[in-house]
């Protein structure tokens, strides 16, 4: 290289190193999902897990080395503005800049943002744009540096859009969104993008011939979840505005760069498969972030270690977040189950039952409330006798005795029900009639004794986006597929006992006499049984989630494994979670034995090993425990080919089977409502037990005739 070239080249490196890596985020969600939670709140400031959702993203950029962000906001500026100011990342020496951008008024899609953002001129080069409700781990500066050097032999390289593996069934996929991305194998370009929604139903896409031309290696993923998070060239914001039918990032932007025959830019996909990363763009995917967020999954973005709002929080087994900034008084009498954050100076009163939930900061439920997998916003009361499910409940609201919340209701701030008021699920409540003219002549008030309205069910008459139409969501609706992490049990004789199979009790030590408790002295009762229970649940979603995103088989055995040593419970109960687990996933195929088989062998090939990476030990303890959960109808035939592939895949071994089967008690079961089941199953095995045996009597007539 000529010396006038190889210095213009080492300058350009050292300015590139020295650029500062800027981000974009777009703070209107230009949709009512939220409302009418977010009738005067900006969907950027809805909290989660008590955090401003803002402060969740900037949390995330920081994570990557961002310095320079912009806030791109147009409704209730001055929250925003707020927000920002109050932000630790806005602090002196946090070595992030960040400015907000107010936009215009009639800005009401991420197009017309975009284009808004252009006029500004305050993007240099490649920066990080980044949708407002996103919550993620995800190394983006990793993906800043795989984009830089693509774009230094492809100069039409224009965005890499981060995308997260996920199984079909992953709660934060849900239904209502989702997308089929079709890729290059080998250099991840994006050559086909189609959103899809639930409704109409959509069973197939087409793909242009043309777009695979090419391509040797294709992959078409329809497994991904959309993180919300593009690493983009500057030249993005340019062609927005020379293109004002664009108005979705991904439905118009994406699709209409790949389709474009005058553009020839390239679009790429950066799977991630470490880290978390999901986008809270309904109340369906914020409740189940926010339990994503409970559970750990979103590592290191936890309650007690790195919260984004600066507040600290104890870390109780179970995943229960107690606060420690203000005092928390829970009653002697009172549960609070797995997966539970309560905020600073909350009050749970006597025989209150608060589980799979979070409390905001200041609020009060009154003796003998339930709260089941719901979100209380700061200072919301509940009185007592009430009962509230899958709901959201917004800031100062207050719900008199004997109330009734349904599944899947939004409440709005100020709003006040009741006394013994029944909600129906999936209601909307706001202190205020609709602003829109039609919804407010078909509000209903609330009544007597209440301050608020019902908002009628819009009509889709008027709606052109399919996604938003009020039958695609319903699949986005906290609630919508009666997810608990808990399933609930009538069981209530005592206070020190489980309430439920996955909860168990906060309670005040025996020893305690002032019917009050500030954090520091906080008690776990429990006995081994509860362990056990305890245990069930979290290997449940454990296993799920490894399922759901592929994990390697030593990455699960090796959550297990913790898991079994947090709980101190016994090997046989981590053994009882992997094989029930393995035959809850085996699909009943009818009248079609061959297919059947070949379902068994797939899902056993694939987690069999996990039961040997877990040190079994005993096998027919494993024959056993396949025999107790094939005890139930339609799966005794199933037993002999599980129990065959267990063999071929060296999970159990031929002794094993043969000494379960000569056990008196495997023609019974551990269950006497189940023996008859367990008989068959019995039956079953045994035709592959005598099988093996005969095997063996053959082999060993074979070895004589040999001598």
Not at 70 to 77: A, E, I, K, Q
Not at 191 to 201: I, S, T
Not at 400 to 409: F, Q, S
Request: glycine share 8%.
């Amino acid at each position: 290289m000529p010396p006038k070239a190889a210095k213009a080249k080492e300058v350009e490196d050292v300015q590139e190193e020295q650029d500062v890596l800027q981000a974009l985020i777009l703070a209107d969600s230009f949709n009512e999902r939220f409302k009418p939670l977010t009738t005067g709140l900006p969907r950027c400031l809805v909290p989660v897990c008590n955090a401003p959702l803002l402060d969740w993203t900037f949390e995330s950029l920081a994570l990557a080395g961002v310095q320079e962000i912009f806030v791109l906001c147009r409704s209730h500026t001055d929250q925003v503005q707020e927000a920002i100011r109050k932000s630790r990342w806005s602090q002196p020496g946090s070595g992030i800049k960040i400015a907000p951008i107010v936009t215009q008024d009639n800005v009401f899609s991420v197009g017309a943002a975009m284009r808004d953002v252009y006029a500004h001129q305050v993007i240099k080069s490649d920066f990080v744009l980044v949708m407002g409700d996103v919550v993620s781990s995800v190394r983006i500066d990793e993906v800043v540096r795989e984009h830089k050097a693509r774009r230094k032999t492809n100069k039409d390289a224009l965005m890499s859009i981060i995308v997260k593996e996920a199984g079909a069934s992953h709660r934060t996929r849900p239904r209502g969104e989702t997308s089929v991305f079709v890729l290059d194998s080998d250099t991840a370009e994006v050559l086909h993008y189609e959103g899809v929604a639930a409704v109409p139903e959509t069973t197939r896409v087409s793909i242009p011939r043309e777009k695979l031309k090419g391509h040797r290696n294709v992959d078409i993923r329809n497994d991904l979840i959309d993180c919300g998070i593009d690493v983009c060239a500057a030249e993005v914001l340019s062609l927005f505005q020379d293109e004002f039918d664009w108005q979705d990032m991904r439905r118009h932007f994406v699709r209409g760069v790949l389709t474009s025959d005058l553009l020839m830019k390239n679009i790429y996909c950066h799977v991630a498969r470490e880290g978390y990363a999901a986008r809270v763009k309904d109340t369906k995917s914020y409740a189940a972030i926010s339990k994503d967020v409970l559970a750990r999954w979103a590592f290191p973005l936890v309650p007690d270690g790195n919260h984004p709002g600066g507040q600290h929080y104890e870390h109780l087994r179970g995943h229960r977040y107690i606060s420690q900034d203000k005092q928390v008084t829970l009653s002697r009498t009172c549960k609070v189950g797995n997966n539970t954050l309560v905020g600073g100076g909350s009050r749970i009163d006597d025989s209150a039952d608060v589980a799979a939930s979070v409390l905001g900061a200041d609020c009060v439920v009154g003796k003998g409330t339930t709260v089941r997998d719901s979100y209380l916003w700061d200072g919301v009361q509940l009185g007592a006798g009430c009962f509230v499910e899958h709901s959201i409940i917004a800031s100062g609201v207050k719900i008199l005795d004997g109330t009734r919340i349904g599944k899947g209701c939004l409440i709005g701030s100020g709003v006040v029900v009741g006394p013994n008021t029944v909600i129906n699920p999936f209601s909307r409540v706001s202190s205020e009639p609709p602003e829109d003219d039609d919804a407010e002549d078909a509000a209903t008030a609330l009544g007597p004794g209440s301050k608020g309205y019902l908002w009628p069910e819009t009509g889709d008459d008027d709606v052109d986006d399919d996604f938003e139409s009020e039958a695609n969501l319903r699949y986005l609706r906290i609630g919508a597929d009666n997810y608990s992490d808990e399933e609930h049990s009538d069981d209530e004789s005592t206070a020190s006992t489980f309430s439920s199979p996955a909860s168990s009790v906060l309670s005040l030590p025996e020893s305690n006499t002032s019917g009050q408790l500030s954090t520091p002295g906080l008690a776990l009762l429990g006995d081994g049984s509860s362990r056990a229970v305890e245990f069930e649940s979290e290997a449940q979603l454990s296993l799920e989630r490894a399922y759901n995103e592929g994990h390697r088989i030593e990455d699960a055995a090796i959550e297990l494994k913790t898991l079994r040593m947090s709980s101190n419970v016994e090997q046989r109960q981590v053994l009882n979670a992997v094989v029930g687990f393995i035959v809850d996933k085996i699909e009943l195929v009818e009248g079609n034995v061959p297919q059947q088989k070949a379902v068994i062998n797939k899902i056993v090939q694939r987690w069999g090993p996990l039961l040997n990476s877990l040190g079994a030990g005993d096998g027919e303890e494993t024959v056993e425990l396949l025999q107790k959960h094939c005890s139930r109808p339609k799966y005794p035939p199933l037993f002999a080919h599980v129990l065959s592939a267990f063999y071929m895949t060296d999970v159990v071994g031929e002794d094993d089977i043969m000494a379960w089967y000569k056990d008196p008690k495997s023609k019974e079961g551990d269950d006497e409502s189940k023996a008859a089941y367990a008989r068959e199953c019995w039956k079953w095995g045994g035709q592959l037990a005598q099988h093996l045996a005969a095997q063996e009597s053959d082999d060993d007539e074979e070895d004589d005739d040999s001598e």
